[in-house]
């Protein structure tokens, strides 16, 4: 896996990306485990605007496994907050962040830092999503991750968003924290995100 990548210098970037509950904050755990058990020292970031489970200060999986981290509203805050002597840089929930970010990562594998960079590449609409694509552009290793599909079982690869129980429409806002929206891992087969047009075209 992505990480027995060694450059002679140091310093690259690695994306986990996928769709929610495709494994990403199961994979960032290990790597981070497995970099500490290495000795390395490793700080870890996450998004404010994802508060699941085990609270803002930690990166926990669905499973409920968690890593301490330290909350995060964005690209600049972390620049701030970064240790001079860290060998790892990890961050949970890149896509809330904003385009800084991409610059941040940069700067810092440059200056010899492995860094971890995991996110949701697409919205639910299926689109993508936020600094994600550029991320995986200029990454050394992206690892895409598939959950399994709510509906038939197979690989997921979009988020479906329910509101109220049916399929969010296209032109409702992409983040909706603590609304009473509900996402479901799905296939390309079996999401669904209706357009304001769609109704009539169906109609043709
Ligand atoms: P992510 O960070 O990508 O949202 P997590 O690492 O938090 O994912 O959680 C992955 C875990 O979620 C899986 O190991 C599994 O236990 C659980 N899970 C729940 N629903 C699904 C699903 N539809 N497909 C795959 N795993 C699921
Ligand atoms: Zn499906």
Redesign the pocket.
């Known amino acids: 896996m992505s990480d027995v990548y060694f450059t002679s210098a140091g310093g690259w970037i690695e994306v986990i990306c996928?769709?929610?509950?495709?494994?990403?904050?199961?994979?960032?755990?290990r790597r981070v485990r497995r970099a500490i058990i290495a000795r390395r020292r490793v700080q870890v970031f996450k998004s404010h605007l994802d508060e699941r489970y085990s609270g803002i200060y930690a990166v926990?999986?669905?499973?409920g496994r968690a890593v301490d981290a330290v909350p995060v509203d964005n690209s600049a805050e972390i620049a701030g907050k970064i240790d001079p002597t860290a060998h790892v840089v990890a961050i949970?929930e890149a896509q809330f962040l904003d385009r800084g970010i991409v610059a941040l990562a940069t700067s810092l594998a440059s200056r010899g830092r492995r860094v971890i960079v995991?996110g949701?590449d697409t919205d639910f609409r299926g689109e993508p999503f936020g600094a994600m694509p550029q991320l995986m552009a200029v990454a050394e290793l992206v690892d895409k991750?598939h959950?399994?599909?709510?509906i038939c079982g197979s690989p997921?690869s979009r988020n479906q968003r329910l509101i109220d129980g049916k399929p969010a429409r296209y032109d409702s806002p992409t983040i909706m924290i603590g609304a009473s929206d509900s996402y479901?891992?799905r296939c390309r087969h079996c999401h669904s995100c209706p357009r304001a047009d769609e109704d009539q075209v169906t109609l043709l």
Do not use: R
């Not at 996928?18 to 755990?29: A, D, N, Q, T, Y």
């Not at 926990?60 to 499973?63: E, K, L, M, R, V």
């Not at 959950?147 to 709510?150: L, P, R, S």
């Open positions: 996928g769709v929610m509950f495709s494994g990403k904050s199961e994979e960032l755990i926990s999986t669905h499973d949970d995991a949701t991750l959950a399994i599909c709510v997921a479901q891992a």
